[in-house]
């Protein structure tokens, strides 16, 4: 069943008596069709530093600002998908707080009149994302500048995410931050977009699957347009035929190098299904890129620019 926002704020007023719990200490927020809270946005709108909301499996129609501090949003069990709507033109969860922590949830079909609507835009700092699946947004992820913050993702998929219109959007995005992790995530048939984008001073991209598959059209695997410190490890990565840059799959610097660091790539697999020759790391940077034990399979150039691969 989905449910819909708009229940407003005599439902607000109506469930606050129902939290036992002082507004000085945590509490839990239940979220579901059978709770007194219907919608995520309902509790983003009562939401405090510190609490725990649990969302019940179901789709609901809804997007939601969380603007608390040190929150943990998470879905209760499989299948908690919240869709269709964004809110302040930008997200179907838009995160102003600090600190926070989402699990378990499929956010998905986000599209906003400038063509970036994100499943998560983050504008608070530090985040991390759990279990989340991204799906069919124009944005997966689109992170603001913010140089003390880390965002930590894991377990977590995106796929079908990403358009140029003509600006473009992404599987990941991330502006000035002070590091993106990135591990043990799934990221498909992007559109258009790179699957990753960091301009992050530090970017630790391990152990993922990074692939076009037969329809996807996405420019570049990674892209690290400032340049900055990247590790890459462990990851199965693919260009596929109908990517819209054949030429090259990771690319460090190709808009000015503001962040250095070292350049590390090792045990990673990538296969070139492309029409063309493709570099793995095309690197416009000055620090040497070092490429360790990857294996290659198509038309691959291992590095362009300064570095040895072995």
């Not at 037969?214 to 900055?228: C, E, H, K, M, Q």
Request: hydrophobic share 40%.
């Amino acid at each position: 069943m989905g449910w819909r926002a708009g229940w407003g704020v005599r439902i607000v007023a109506a469930v606050l008596p129902l939290i036992s719990a002082t507004s000085a200490e945590a509490r839990t927020l239940a979220v579901g069709p059978a709770r007194a809270l219907h919608l995520p946005s309902q509790a983003a709108a009562i939401a405090a530093s510190g609490d725990r909301i649990e969302i019940d499996p179901g789709t609901y129609e809804d997007c939601a600002v969380w603007r608390a501090d040190h929150l943990t949003v998470a879905g209760t069990g499989p299948g908690v998908v919240i869709e269709n709507r964004i809110c302040q033109g930008k997200a179907i969860f838009v995160i102003d707080g600090a600190d926070v922590t989402l699990a378990r949830l499929t956010l998905r079909h986000a599209r906003a009149p400038e063509h970036n609507g994100a499943g998560i835009r983050a504008e608070g700092g530090d985040l991390t994302l759990r279990a989340i699946s991204l799906i069919d947004n124009e944005d997966g992820l689109l992170a603001a500048p913010a140089p003390a913050a880390t965002i930590l993702i894991e377990d977590s998929e995106f796929a079908g995410n990403g358009v140029c219109a003509p600006v473009c959007a992404h599987g990941i995005y991330v502006n000035d931050l002070a590091k993106l992790i990135v591990r043990n995530s799934r990221f498909l048939d992007t559109h258009s977009g790179h699957h990753i984008k960091s301009r992050a001073r530090a970017s630790e991209i391990i152990g993922n699957t990074i692939a076009d598959g037969p329809r996807g059209t996405s420019s570049y695997l990674v892209d690290l347009p400032n340049g900055g410190a990247l590790l890459m490890r462990g990851n199965v990565l693919e260009k596929g035929p109908h990517t819209e840059n054949a030429a090259t799959a990771i690319t460090i610097g190709e808009e000015g190098v503001t962040h250095a660091g070292a350049i590390t790539l090792s045990g990673n697999r990538f296969t070139n299904d492309g029409p063309a020759r493709a570099a793995f790391v095309r690197n416009l940077s000055e620090t040497p890129a070092r490429l360790r034990d990857n294996h290659f399979a198509g038309a691959v150039i291992p590095l362009i620019g300064p570095g040895e691969s072995e």
